[in-house]
């Protein structure tokens, strides 16, 4: 089984939409279903399964198809966005609450911000835990970079592959290695809302 397999799980509304977008930026490069498989590291049926709604990707994975697609995070999630100059100073872009998009992946709902930039040196998102145990993953996420997560609602238990789970609540925060297998669960009744920044994840693409 190709790395990022774990993939697998069933849609939730808004997969649709991905899935096409996902196709098309495939399509965009010329690439084929196998081509994307091999840079990405994915399994061919991953890939099916995710163009075609029958499975929602993790964010690791998400990670692995920007960087087999050579595209910008927020591109993969977003579609085409206006492309500041990275070198210029002054970068500024406003992600108003009423803007956000929702994006299912696996346990999460990832609502991405300031998808108006690209290769961002990290990446910003409020994400919905929607995991309630550790059986709900089949593999813990790992992936490049180092993460910091802050609990805005709710409680959520972070488990790592190293360390004891830990319990956070509202207004806690925790920073750690992301290469480190790890994933948060709710701990509340209703699903829990963590602010996730992501510096190294991204692929950045090289420029011309």
């Not at 992946?105 to 300031?114: F, H, N, R």
Request: charged share 25%.
């Amino acid at each position: 089984m190709a790395e990022g397999e774990r993939a697998a799980r069933a849609p939730l509304p808004g997969g649709e939409e991905f899935g096409a977008r996902l196709r098309a930026l495939r399509r965009t490069t010329g690439m084929t279903m196998q081509q994307l498989a091999d840079r990405a590291g994915l399994a061919v049926s991953t890939i099916s399964k995710i163009e075609t709604s029958r499975t929602s990707p993790t964010y690791d994975v998400l990670l692995k198809l920007a960087g087999g697609l050579g595209a910008d995070f927020s591109t993969l999630l977003e579609g085409a966005a206006p492309r500041a100059n990275p070198g210029a100073e002054g970068r500024l872009n406003v992600t108003r609450a009423a803007e956000r998009k929702a994006h299912p992946a696996g346990a999460y709902v990832y609502e991405p911000m300031a998808t108006g930039l690209l290769d961002k040196l990290i990446d910003p998102t409020v994400a919905h835990v929607r995991a309630r145990s550790r059986e709900e993953f089949e593999s813990l996420i790992s992936h490049p970079g180092e993460e910091f997560v802050y609990v805005v609602s709710g409680e959520v238990e972070l488990i790592t592959d190293i360390y004891a789970p830990i319990r956070l609540a509202a207004g806690d925060s925790v920073y750690y290695d992301a290469r480190m297998g790890h994933a948060f669960i709710s701990k509340s009744r209703e699903d829990a809302v963590i602010l996730n920044i992501v510096a190294g994840g991204s692929p950045r693409p090289e420029r011309a």
